[in-house]
């Protein structure tokens, strides 16, 4: 099956404009499952340099040594040995010299279920190594309820640290003829 990308526009542009900026930006994306966060994300990160992480619900040494394996793959080096999200970040830096990327964290939800430690690891890290980088960091998430609790309300330790989100919402229902323009009004309203 050929999966369409259509009608994230405004998105994608809200992205292309932080990727502009040069600067440290943190971007949380988060919205219901399916409704296409990582397609825009893959949109996104085509031709950047970037490394793309997928989450899972296997704990946080586990989720680290496979986000070291990923580093060392884009960098063509040994894996780092440490285990601190901080100096790994702090060696992705320095070994990228000062190079734009674009690291994502997707289903960023699935580590924090795991350990809720996570956001203040993030925090400690925003603060000490990445604020001052031309990094561009996404955590994206389907959790609605922890992305909004334990990334983006007050009481996160990430809290004043993201530069933007996206609250990705359902597309409407207009965006169903450009994915199926031969159906007929009625196919449409049922796939809607």
Not at 5 to 12: A, G, H, I, P
Request: charged share 30%.
């Amino acid at each position: 099956m050929i999966r369409k990308f259509v009608n994230r526009k405004s998105e994608l542009s809200f992205l292309e404009e932080r990727w502009k900026s040069k600067k440290f930006e943190l971007i949380v994306i988060y919205g219901r499952r399916r409704i296409g966060k990582t397609e825009l994300i893959k949109q996104f990160i085509k031709n950047k340099p970037n490394i793309y992480f997928l989450c899972d619900k296997r704990g946080t040494l586990d989720n680290i040594s496979r986000f070291k394996r990923q580093i060392s793959k884009f960098l063509q080096r040994p894996i780092i040995a440490t285990n601190d999200l901080e100096e790994i970040f702090d060696y992705l830096l320095k070994e990228t010299k000062g190079k734009r990327i674009a690291v994502i964290f997707d289903e960023f939800s699935y580590l924090v279920e795991k350990d809720d430690s996570i956001p203040s690891v993030f925090q400690r890290a925003v603060d000490n190594i990445l604020r001052n980088s031309n990094m561009l960091l996404i955590l994206c998430g389907s959790s609605m309820s922890m992305m909004e609790i334990g990334v983006l309300s007050g009481k996160s330790p990430l809290y004043g640290r993201k530069t933007g989100h996206i609250k990705l919402e359902k597309l409407p229902f207009y965006s169903y003829f450009e994915f199926y323009p031969k159906n007929k009004i009625e196919k449409n309203i049922e796939f809607y």
